[in-house]
């Protein structure tokens, strides 16, 4: 039993990314976007796998709720970081793919206002997530077209395996892609509403896992 002051939600993640006046934030204890082409080449497949009745479990996300920012309720992403960049990654490739596209135009303005960034109660703007310091610059030039100056390679390197899969596609292939995302993909969502409960909550999620070892 994990206690009240743990929330767990079976989400798609449009839902995960909805939310009003929330943006997810990166501690800078976590470590940097590391993830290769051999983690990117398996989301790919099994986002691609899905048939339209089917939906694919991708793992959990772990926020600690609670603190606020200048009107903006940050979530403090503890644990799912490395999927959720990887996720923003590809909403980025597709915004882009459609943005070029008339017939897509709304869809790309869609993407840009919904999940890329987030607005609070007075319209005010800001970017969805928040990496750690030494991976925001670049995440931040990547999410406003500015490729020229990235120092981590894994997150280019990311945004151009994307790229490079999306190219082959016509763009009604690619909204089924950006429909399975959305729709089909489904993480748990767990709230600690502070650092004790995280700790707590990965410390029986260890305990369970051990027991089916």
Do not use: C
């Amino acid at each position: 039993k994990l206690g009240n002051k743990i929330h767990a939600e079976e989400m798609k993640i449009e839902e995960v990314l909805t939310g009003n006046s929330e943006y997810y934030k990166i501690p800078d204890y976590q470590r940097r976007f590391s993830w290769k082409r051999e983690q990117l080449e398996d989301f790919w497949f099994d986002l691609n796998s899905l048939e339209a009745d089917e939906e694919h479990f991708l793992g959990s996300i772990v926020v600690i709720t609670g603190a606020h920012n200048i009107g903006f309720n940050e979530l403090e992403l503890v644990d799912g970081q490395q999927r959720l960049t990887t996720i923003m990654l590809l909403l980025k490739n597709i915004q882009k793919k459609f943005k070029d596209n008339q017939e897509y135009n709304e869809m790309a303005k869609m993407i840009n206002a919904n999940y890329l960034f987030t607005k609070n109660k007075k319209a005010k703007r800001r970017i969805q997530l928040e990496l750690g310091k030494l991976d925001h610059s670049d995440y931040e030039n990547i999410m406003n077209d500015n490729m020229k100056s990235i120092d981590n390679q894994n997150l280019i390197n990311a945004y151009k395996f994307f790229e490079e899969k999306l190219s082959k596609m016509t763009e009604k292939e690619i909204e089924e892609v950006y429909d399975k995302l959305l729709e089909q993909i489904l993480v748990v969502l767990i709230q600690a509403q502070n650092e004790k409960s995280a700790f707590r909550l990965f410390e029986t999620l260890n305990e369970i896992g051990r027991a089916h070892v």
